[in-house]
């Protein structure tokens, strides 16, 4: 017997009087559940994962390459005294130019710079060290750097 057929019987039960309003609410909360039951699909499997190839042991970092062009912005925080990291963030450089035309919407100070020409000067070489600091009072060294 179909749900709909069921839903139309109950209703039917109650127009006749043989069962009250409550019970008839009670019957479709059930039979609704039962319909959630016989509806809800199985979850699909997932795709087979594709062969990667894998990378050889023997490979150059990008940085150490000549002639490639580094393509991340490297932010560390390190302990100046364990050398422990407190903060390692990579960001890609074409996120990085992203951030910077929205930044400098917000610093009038810096309006006129070409950003543009910057990024395209950090990612023309292999690793460069943009900022290296020691903060003495707070026992960090901070390194941000292009690789």
Request: hydrophobic share 65%; no cysteine.
């Given at each position: 017997m179909s749900i709909e057929t069921k839903r139309r019987e109950i209703l039917q039960m109650l127009a006749n009087g043989s069962i009250t309003a409550e019970e008839?609410?009670?019957?479709?909360?059930q039979l609704k559940a039962e319909e959630a039951e016989v509806a809800a699909p199985p979850p699909p499997a997932p795709p087979a994962p594709e062969a990667v190839e894998?990378?050889?042991a023997e490979a150059e970092p990008l940085a150490k390459r000549p002639g490639k062009k580094g393509r991340w912005l490297n932010i560390r925080v390190t302990d100046a005294e364990s050398g422990r990291a407190r903060v390692s963030v990579r960001i890609p450089l074409s996120l990085a130019r992203v951030g910077l035309r929205m930044g400098a919407r917000f610093a009038p100070e810096i309006e006129g710079l070409d950003w543009d020409e910057a990024l395209q000067e950090l990612s023309s070489g292999g690793e460069q060290t943009l900022i290296e600091v020691n903060d003495e009072s707070d026992g960090e060294h901070v390194h941000i750097f292009v690789s």
């Open positions: 008839a609410g009670d019957l479709l909360v894998p990378i050889a």
